[in-house]
């Protein structure tokens, strides 16, 4: 095997490698020369991840498995060639036992050097190649699908002892896709228009592949390729082909009838919520479960704890009482999550949720369960 590819496309690649190359996974990436390009593959329990370049000119077809580590750490201080000075690319070539790479670099007052790194050869069995792609079941946008990840993957705890909550809902219905996370404690639902085939369909999808998609997805106008059969899921987009696992033989709770669960509603605003918000991340009690009060009394709201006090300094649109214990820190993650400046928050009484939406598209729901009042 031997080959040449640009500075700036192997870093790239590695910085997308980096989701799947974790302790879990062998830390070591397949690296396959073809005549048209050359395919980076890593993987671990879960994620099989391949990256495609054809930024490269392969001179010798081959394929060797190397340690990804080393290769990052030999290739990340290195700044792609800008014309006048900077690293064009690194050259790779195997012999028997090992691999030999190559880097010449050109520095701003014009000197250079020249880096090399040796890496021994491992077994490429040990690396597994991501299932084919056969047919997408649905396709998105790679915005859409990032905002809705973004959205939710707070809510769920990929720890949960309860497997069928430990990944994102993907649902459609008629009209609508629902993304939905949750751990029990805190629930996260994003609604987009549904233009596909599908209706009535429900799919629980594993937290590592959502939360390392969020990572690979740069680009807002990508088309994602999403293929899902049995308990396999497959994502296409650009020269990235990602693959992953759904949870299946479970259902996931009713979140809908929970969101609905409310008799009085208020407008916020998020940026002063938030203000207000942020200094009980600290000054709360763990033990306590970072317990904070909200107060509405004659049109104005109090949040406070036993060391910190706030008034919310504009008027609220409801004349009666409501107070409420909450988590600050999981109400903390529940206002950032929501992407408006103006907040619905939905209420009945202290033993009921605590509900947010999205003032002007109402299409970014989420709860929280209270704190049992002292």
């Known amino acids: 095997m031997e080959f040449s590819i640009e500075v700036g496309e192997l870093q790239r690649i590695f910085k997308a490698l980096s989701v799947v190359s974790s302790p879990d996974s062998l830390g070591n990436i397949l690296i396959e020369a073809k005549e048209n390009g050359v395919d980076f593959i890593a993987n671990n329990k879960s994620i099989s991840l391949e990256y495609f370049s054809d930024k490269c000119v392969v001179k010798k077809e ?49 000197t250079t050097s020249k880096g090399k790194l040796r890496l021994d050869k491992l077994n490429t069995y040990a690396i597994q190649r991501p299932k084919p792609f056969n047919k997408a079941t649905f396709i998105l946008s790679s915005g859409i699908m990032k905002t809705a990840i973004e959205k939710v993957l707070y809510a769920v705890n990929p720890q949960e002892v309860r497997s069928f909550i430990q990944g ?104 002063m919520l938030l203000k207000i ?66 907040l619905l928050m939905k209420f009945s009484d202290e033993r009921g949720l605590l509900i947010f939406d999205s003032s002007h598209y109402e299409n970014q729901k989420s709860l929280i369960t209270p704190v049992k009042r002292r």
């Open 168 to 271: 994102i809902c993907m649902e459609f219905d008629e009209d609508n896709i629902y993304f939905v996370g949750t751990d029990g404690l805190v629930l996260s639902q994003y609604t987009m228009d549904n233009n596909s085939i599908l209706k009535d369909v429900k799919y629980i999808i594993k937290y590592d592949i959502m939360a390392s998609l969020l990572r690979l997805l740069q680009d807002d106008y990508e088309q994602l390729f999403i293929e899902i059969e049995n308990d396999r899921i497959k994502i296409k987009f650009g020269n990235v082909y990602v693959e992953g696992r759904v949870i299946i033989g479970h259902d996931y709770p009713d979140y809908k009838t929970l969101l609905e669960k409310f008799s009085e509603a208020v407008v916020l605003d998020k940026d």
């Open 62 to 110: 081959g394929a060797v498995s190397i340690v990804y580590d080393k290769l990052r750490f030999f290739i990340n201080p290195f700044d792609p060639y800008n014309g006048t000075f900077g690293a064009k690319d690194i050259k790779f070539k195997a012999t028997d036992k090992a691999v030999n790479i190559s880097i010449n670099n050109v520095y701003e007052d014009g």
């Open 277 to 342: 918000i942020i200094p009980f991340h600290e000054i709360s009690d763990k033990d306590d479960y970072h317990r904070i009060t909200i107060f509405i009394e004659n049109n104005s709201m109090k949040v406070y704890n036993d060391n910190l006090h706030f008034d919310y300094n504009e008027n609220i649109t409801f004349d009666g009482n409501f107070i409420i214990d909450i988590n600050a820190r999981l109400l903390q993650k529940t206002i950032n999550a929501t992407k408006d400046n103006k």
